[in-house]
């Protein structure tokens, strides 16, 4: 099992990474390798596999994570199962079923953006993927065919914000080009957090079931991982002081 993140630039520190990496470890009882593709080792733990973003600039910030499809990425082995996660995830509760969740060599685990108005755009959360290595190599090779060309195009026929959105649609466009079929992983698994988005609470509602999505510090216990959200342009960085639910989830 092989977990892979991205830290590009100062967004955010290691201890974003690190605690993501501690709160695998402390919510599963699966063994894996955890890398962090990254422009500044400084500060992390020495159990994350810092790799090494040869020209930062070379792409824009996440579209550096196309090349976690690159065969041989990091020298992992073909076939070898592989998530992707992005490291503003929290950690609530066991996820040994998200470790473990089935995928074929034929399939690409993913998580159905729920609570979004646009999945005609684009239904997957490109902050999570799960897929043997080496089945999504196709993904790679037509990025770096005119990898000037992409970060922009979504957002230039409006189905991505702008300047440089749109690295999901690109992962959901061609899945099917691997010869992949798509596996969504249950729906209520996973949540997003923005205070400034209670649209989040009626979506829940609507498409999940009538339950309190996030109440007193709380969310619903089937949600194993929730993802910071930034939709409709409400900024939402991972900013622990201003969030005291999140102290009891924070192991750095």
């Known amino acids: 099992m092989n977990i892979l993140t991205l830290k590009k630039g100062n967004k955010y520190n290691s201890s974003i990474v690190n605690n993501l990496y501690l709160s695998i470890k402390k919510n ?97 959360n490109g902050g999570f993927q799960k897929f043997k290595h080496g089945s999504t190599d196709f993904i790679w090779r037509k990025f770096i065919e005119k990898p000037n060309y992409w970060p922009t195009y979504y957002s230039s026929i409006g189905e991505a914000a702008p300047p440089y959105m749109g690295e999901q649609n690109f992962i959901h466009h061609n899945i099917e080009n691997c010869g992949l079929e798509r596996k969504y992983l249950p729906l209520d698994w996973f949540a997003k957090y923005n205070p400034l988005q209670p649209e989040l609470f009626d979506f829940w509602k609507e498409k999940i079931r009538d339950t309190d999505y996030f109440k007193n510090g709380k969310f619903d216990p089937s949600i194993k991982v929730v993802h910071f959200s930034n939709g409709k342009g409400k900024h939402n960085s991972m900013e622990l002081h201003n969030d005291k639910w999140l102290k009891k989830y924070w192991y750095v």
Not at 45 to 59: A, D, K, M, R, T
Not at 78 to 86: G, K, L, Q, S
Not at 89 to 112: H, R, S, Y
């Open 28 to 124: 599963s009882s699966i063994e894996f390798n955890f890398f962090c593709y990254t422009d500044d080792t400084d500060g992390l733990l020495e159990s994350i596999i810092p790799v090494i973003i040869n020209n930062p600039e070379e792409f824009p910030v996440h579209w550096h994570k196309i090349e976690f499809h690159k065969a041989g990425f990091a020298g992992i082995k073909p076939n070898e199962d592989v998530i992707i996660m992005d490291i503003d995830m929290i950690i609530l509760q066991n996820i040994d079923d998200i470790l473990t969740f089935p995928v074929k060599e034929n399939e690409f685990g993913a998580i159905f953006r729920w609570w979004s108005m646009r999945t005609n755009w684009c239904p997957i």
